[in-house]
């Protein structure tokens, strides 16, 4: 007897398993796991000895842009998926004051960055009486309009070619204010971008021509699918482009110093 009641329940169990299965909506057409099962190659191995010539770049992508809009892209933009993965503790940010990534930052100062405390009054509805109330407002992906990138191009003589690596990504926020007026604008923190470069092998990126397009945020950053400005390079003076040049000129050592970079490999070879 119990031994039936038992099968009567086991069975009434697994139909209720089966029938919740089957009322499961799927918000697509097939289940997709390909970028989560997608395993990041490391990069080839590389010897100091081989190292001919060597550059270092600080560049800014601009999310306004229209190259860059997937930067933004409201269900998954950059900035949130950076935030999550650190806040579960699957890459670790490092301390704007420098880019050398030298002072990672914990939990506490995460939180000081992309959460801000405020205080709300609150009305009692049966006595009419005002309180206040602390509140905690996380930060809005559309504050970040735009991102540095920290990178070094080199030629590998094993190779006989000029490659480039990313170093470090960092959000950049404006700063404003008592009236409302823009200050300066300056980088959240610092990611290590070689050890982000698992995570961000499996988050999606938008492709406006093909939604089925298996393009991650990796691949994004490898093939240099973003338009991107130079600001900086490696110099004694350890100086922004900003800080020597103004207007168009800006713009145009920039050209110049991209120009060098990609001249270099065709003047070895011609020289």
């Given at each position: 007897?119990?031994k039936?009641?038992?099968?009567?329940?086991?069975?009434?169990?697994?139909?209720?398993?089966?029938?919740?299965?089957?009322?499961?909506?799927?918000?697509?057409?097939?289940?997709?796991t390909?970028?989560?099962?997608?395993?990041?190659?490391?990069?080839?191995?590389?010897?100091?000895?081989?190292i001919?010539?060597?550059?270092?770049?600080?560049?800014?992508?601009?999310?306004?842009e229209?190259?860059?809009?997937?930067?933004?892209?409201?269900?998954?933009?950059?900035?949130?998926?950076?935030?999550?993965?650190?806040?579960?503790?699957?890459?670790?940010?490092?301390?704007?004051?420098?880019?050398?990534?030298?002072?990672?930052?914990?939990?506490?100062?995460?939180?000081?960055?992309?959460?801000?405390?405020?205080t709300?009054?609150?009305?009692?509805?049966?006595?009419?009486?005002?309180?206040?109330?602390?509140?905690?407002?996380?930060?809005?992906?559309?504050?970040?309009?735009?991102?540095?990138?920290?990178?070094?191009?080199?030629?590998?003589?094993?190779?006989?070619?000029?490659?480039?690596?990313?170093?470090?990504?960092?959000?950049?926020?404006?700063?404003?204010?008592?009236?409302?007026?823009?200050r300066?604008?300056?980088?959240?923190?610092w990611?290590?971008?070689?050890?982000?470069?698992?995570?961000?092998?499996?988050?999606?990126v938008?492709?406006?021509?093909?939604?089925?397009?298996?393009?991650?945020?990796?691949?994004?950053?490898?093939m240099?699918?973003?338009?991107?400005?130079?600001?900086?390079?490696?110099?004694v003076?350890?100086?922004?482009?900003?800080?020597?040049?103004?207007?168009?000129?800006?713009?145009?050592?920039?050209?110049?110093?991209s120009?060098?970079?990609?001249?270099?490999?065709?003047?070895?070879?011609?020289?």
């Open positions: 007897m119990t039936t009641f038992g099968s009567i329940f086991l069975l009434i169990f697994l139909s209720i398993q089966l029938q919740a299965q089957e009322t499961q909506v799927l918000d697509d057409i097939v289940p997709r390909t970028l989560q099962e997608r395993t990041v190659l490391s990069y080839p191995s590389l010897r100091e000895a081989d001919f010539w060597e550059k270092r770049i600080w560049r800014v992508i601009n999310t306004r229209k190259m860059n809009l997937p930067f933004v892209y409201p269900e998954a933009p950059l900035f949130n998926i950076i935030r999550k993965a650190a806040e579960e503790g699957d890459i670790t940010l490092y301390s704007a004051e420098d880019d050398s990534f030298q002072f990672p930052l914990d939990s506490t100062d995460l939180n000081g960055l992309v959460y801000s405390i405020d709300i009054p609150v009305t009692d509805l049966e006595t009419g009486e005002y309180s206040y109330k602390v509140v905690s407002n996380q930060m809005n992906f559309e504050d970040v309009k735009r991102f540095r990138v920290k990178e070094v191009w080199f030629f590998d003589e094993a190779t006989a070619s000029l490659k480039v690596r990313i170093l470090g990504i960092a959000p950049l926020v404006e700063v404003f204010d008592d009236n409302g007026n823009f300066y604008e300056k980088p959240m923190f990611v290590y971008y070689p050890q982000a470069r698992e995570i961000l092998s499996k988050q999606k938008f492709n406006s021509q093909n939604d089925a397009a298996l393009t991650s945020w990796e691949d994004l950053f490898e240099r699918f973003f338009a991107s400005t130079i600001y900086k390079q490696s110099n003076h350890n100086n922004r482009i900003e800080d020597y040049l103004s207007g168009i000129d800006q713009l145009l050592e920039a050209d110049k110093i120009n060098e970079i990609f001249n270099f490999e065709h003047d070895l070879w011609s020289y």
